[in-house]
């Protein structure tokens, strides 16, 4: 399993603006509500993937990444990396560009069926983290 190169990651986290998060907790002390929140400000648009809540952080959160109208940039992930393959199909399934498990989750037969598929991935990586590490913010 191979992540992008810095300056691939940087080329994403500048052009690609739609984001869905799989696993939003609607809970502000969760670590998926903090980092979509900073995505937020930073200008972002955030979708909640949450089939338990009917809206976060002022979005209308939707129960699976197919219920999302329009196209979706990056998918980002926060749900436990066994998980990681059925919402890598999702990803295929809804075309978007890129998916996005953060720190700590990975899943090599996920990594391999985006590939498959022509779907940029990054595992094991916070994209609050690399968006300030990145582009300075």
Known sequence: MINP??????EILETKKRIAVVGLSDNPA???YQVASVMQDAGYEII????????ILGAKAVKS?????????IVNVFRR??????VAKETVEIGADVFWAQLG???????KYLKEHGVTS????CIKVEYYT???K
Request: aromatic fraction near 4%; avoid cysteine.
């Open 5 to 10: 190169t810095n300056e691939e990651i940087k």
């Open 30 to 32: 969760r670590t998926s």
């Open 48 to 55: 909640p993937v949450n089939p338990n809540a009917d809206e």
């Open 65 to 73: 990444l197919k219920d999302i109208e329009g196209h979706v940039d």
């Open 81 to 86: 990396s066994e998980f990681l393959l059925e």
């Open 105 to 111: 989750l990975s899943n090599e037969e996920a990594y």
């Open 122 to 125: 990054i595992m094991d990586k």
């Open 134 to 136: 990145l582009l300075g």
